[in-house]
């Protein structure tokens, strides 16, 4: 893998400053045609599309070789959540209270905006140009096709929910995505295209799942390959968490019942996913202390990932991964309100004073205020840390909400529920039974807890309060300014054909 890696991206930074220099349309075209002809030169664009994945949820790249700070997308799912606290110097602190300045415009909104939709450019120069050009096996063709519709499907996803009006509070007319399905051609004012509504952004987003599907892989072998690429199972993972944000608000049980299903096909796939009962598998697998030495790739990986981007320490000057930020906690850190839903004993939050056993919670950095506490899941000082997309844990929750909010308290939402909340337990706590909860909705606020202890720091739990109706750490935030404002540049270059969200007119 590491070898693959080092040599596709430097075939496509090849490609990529070859075009950088090329302004004449038939020069681009020869540059298409050259690179989505051959079989080795797509896969080197379409590594380099997953490296843009990567780029807009956990970086922030001033330059095609820095990769390794920390993404503001990522930030956004949890600042301003019970996780973290925001220090009052951080340029992220608007985040909290929603009363965003025109700094933050210009810089970390604009910055999330631009980032994923360059992301999702290099997603159409493949589709289209592969279709167009491609000159080797039909199969193979098909499955990098799928793999970038499964890529814009995501990021498409990550632009809905940070900044679609209404996208998980059920307005499917609120105002969603600017639609892109081509490869950018340059600015023109005339053919800027204004924002699709959330309904219709939804619609694209599963539309590339669902013509992926047929073309993805079934893994057949477990290995770290198969976490580093889209396959069918992350497919269903993904339409999983897409049918659970678009019907949890508005309670459509149609959609409920479909990312129950779809989280029943991941779980079902045990040959290469399996759910571990170990107590310490969330410090020695699932996050690994990542080595730090030249061309060395991430330590460990664990069986119940489904999508990952490994950290690279030096691969050809291209490092990638989580950044410091976290493990320095000079900008934020976690809430000690928050470690307290962690009883004692649990190792995702607990750290035994006696033992002083590492747990998901820990210092960090011993020089860098020693006093405050982060995430063990960040734990490379050096910022190389893992990037996971999508886990086993997460599927099982949402099959567990789903099935609640379908059927009421039931033996398989308590089987899910009582395999997250005792895996990290040396001694197992007892489990939940029906005559633990008096009704359903018990049940699913148990669930909703367990899931915000499980997955955070991992992106998701601002999305989850969205879409639950449930306060951010600053109250009074109102529903139309829990996610982000267009930034005003692009409504400004758009002669008005983009539209702010409501919250923010």
Known sequence: MKKLFKTTILVLTAVLVFACELDLAPENVMVDETTYKDARTSEAALLGAYTRLNASFSGAPTGINNYANTGYMLMFGEVGTPTLKVRENSSLINMESANYNSSDHESYILSMWRTTYNAIDYTNNIITNIIKFGDYDQNL?????????????????????????????????????????????????????????????????????????????????????????????????????????????????????????????????TKNYTFSTSNTHHTSWLFPLNPTSAETNSANYSDEVLLLSPSYSSVSKYSNGVGSSFYNKTSFYIDPEFTALYPAGDRRGYIDPATAVVSLIWQGSATSFPADMTTYKYNNGSGYNNVLYIRLSEIKLTRAEALARLNGINTESLQHLNDINKKAFATKPADFTAASFANAQELIDRILIERMKELAFEGHTRFDLIRTNKPLRVSSVPAEKKMLPVPEYDIKISYGKILQNKGFR
Request: net charge neutral.
């Open 141 to 269: 063709m098909n499955t990098h096709i799928a793999e970038a519709k499964f890529l814009r499907a995501y990021e498409y996803l990550m632009l809905l929910q940070t900044f679609g009006d209404g996208a998980l509070t059920g307005d499917m007319n609120g105002l969603g995505a600017v639609l892109r399905l081509t490869p950018y051609d340059g600015y023109r004012p005339e053919e800027v295209a204004s924002r699709a509504t959330v309904g219709e952004t939804y619609e694209q987003i599963l539309k590339d799942l669902n013509e992926a599907l047929p073309h993805l892989p079934n893994p057949t072998a477990n290995s770290l390959v198969i976490r580093t690429r889209a396959s069918k199972t992350s497919a269903f993972a993904l339409l999983s968490r897409v049918y659970l944000y678009r019907g949890t608000s508005k309670n459509d049980l149609a959609d409920i019942k479909l990312a129950a299903d779809y989280a029943d096909s991941v779980l079902k796939n």
